[in-house]
């Protein structure tokens, strides 16, 4: 398909909702799809391969209709493909895989991280997919023999790709939609090409789409004008993103103690003594991130600390309307005084768990922040070395009408445009209290769903 030819659905984004999208809508023969992106699978390419579900307090804080826990888990099961677990939770044919870690693929100090948690008190998880309650357990992962399975390898396996009516153009950075008396009507990228369909979906992810949604004149009217950029659509693209913020507390191993496995191992999730009623506001994951080169022993544990409930919003804004020069992103992370408070309590609790009887034979001495470190110092040690979990959300909210936040309706729809959709982790409205691919991939298979069969 060349330059000012016409599709019927144009799909930007080739990451985890992209190729969801692009797989389930050209399941119909008699619909032609587009498939633009620079990356195959996105963050599903490259991410921790983490694959926990939202809880239902996640969708019931969303107060969104058609978004419960209830009205999800249909699409969940039919994501996935688990031979473990209960029937009630869990699909067993769908192109997703997820598995359990195993014990034999767990190192020694991991399973002593999990007998130290439950020596502290917290319950033992079987399965982070069906128990609601915090604990702790393996991390179920979407890995099969050691490869990551991301959306590209599973949504788009040649006998997908050679579909006649399906056209992948990788490597194409799309600047702008092309509207026509407010409906999208097609893009440009950004050698100029133009590329028409009824239908654009934007799955570019939470800074991508946000970005062309403001090159394409959809965001605050204030912004665009000091960019010179017509408004199409007076709305708060990027204006309440949300990210979670992560700390690394890393210990060196004793000698003798210094296995170590690849992928994600164990998680704890837990309230804070500042939670709200039922909320579970703090991961803590106990991985093998750091090169053992780095370790005075040879080996590492890293007890990564989450904030995974923030008050604290950020933004995406656009640095200039030229689309190579990327977004502005603020996290903003710790911006409120509870945030603040309950990010220190969770790196306070993963120094109490490395320090119990259970636990302390495995850890020779503290990295980060460091023996040296006392509890006084700790605000100032997290918040010089704070990093992203990697979960952006919300730069173009879901929302009711009227409400100020929302950027798309319950269809994921763009309020004020039509023929403009966004699906993609940028339209949760808050961010869930787990990772964010798996819920990524259920939200597109939904929105597939509804698009297929209006």
Request: glycine residues 10%; charged residues 20%; contains cysteine.
């Amino acid at each position: 398909m060349g330059a000012d030819e016409s599709t019927d659905v144009l799909a930007v984004g080739g990451g985890t909702a992209g190729a969801v999208m692009a797989a389930r809508l050209s399941e119909d023969q008699s619909r032609h799809v587009v498939l633009r992106g620079r990356v195959l699978g996105g963050s599903s390419a490259v991410n921790g391969a983490v694959a926990v579900r939202a809880r239902p307090l996640d969708f019931d804080r969303w107060n969104m209709p058609d978004w419960s826990f209830d009205d999800v888990l249909a699409a969940y099961k039919e994501l996935e493909n688990a031979p473990d677990g209960a029937d009630e939770f869990h699909g067993r044919s769908g192109p997703f895989p997820i598995r359990w870690r195993r014990p034999e693929d767990i190192s020694p100090s991991g399973q002593a991280f999990i007998d130290a948690c439950v020596h502290e008190g917290f319950p033992l998880i079987a399965d982070f997919n069906a128990e609601v309650r915090g604990g702790v357990g393996a991390t179920p992962v979407n890995v099969v023999d050691h490869v990551r399975q991301n959306t590209a390898l599973v949504y788009l396996p040649p006998r997908v790709r050679d579909r006649s009516n399906l056209v992948i153009r990788g490597e194409t950075l799309v600047d702008r939609v092309l509207f026509e008396s407010g409906a999208a009507v097609g893009v440009v990228t950004a050698e100029g090409a133009v590329y028409r369909a009824p239908e654009v979906i934007l799955s570019a992810g939470t800074y991508g789409s946000a970005a062309i949604l403001l090159r394409s004149g959809v965001g605050p009217a204030r912004d665009l004008k000091r960019l010179d950029i017509d408004v199409v659509a007076d709305l708060p693209v990027g204006r309440h993103m949300q990210n979670h913020p992560f700390f690394y507390n890393i210990y060196s191993l004793t000698p003798g103690h210094t296995q170590m496995a690849p992928g994600p191992l164990v998680q704890l999730w837990a309230a804070t003594s500042e939670a709200g009623h039922g909320e579970l506001d703090l991961h803590i994951n106990a991985q093998h991130l750091l090169d053992p080169s780095m370790s005075p022993t040879g080996g590492a544990i890293v007890l990564a600390v989450a904030l995974v409930q923030p008050e604290s919003r950020g933004s995406v804004r656009l640095m200039s309307a030229h689309p190579e020069d990327p977004p502005l992103i603020d996290n903003n992370f710790l911006a409120t005084d509870r945030d603040r408070r309950r990010m220190f309590e969770g790196v306070r609790l993963a120094r109490r768990i490395a320090r119990t009887a259970v636990m302390s034979p495995f850890i020779s001495a503290e990295m980060v922040p460091g023996d040296d470190v006392q509890d006084g110092g700790l605000p100032d040690a997290v918040e010089s070395a704070l990093e992203s979990y990697g979960h952006p959300t919300a730069s173009a909210p879901m929302g009711r009408e009227g409400d100020e936040r929302a950027v798309v309706d319950s269809r994921c729809a763009v309020y004020g445009v039509t023929g403009l959709s966004v699906v993609d982790a940028s339209v949760i409205p808050l961010a869930p209290s787990a990772a964010t691919n798996l819920t990524t991939v259920m939200i597109a298979e939904r929105i597939s769903s509804k698009l297929r069969h209006r």
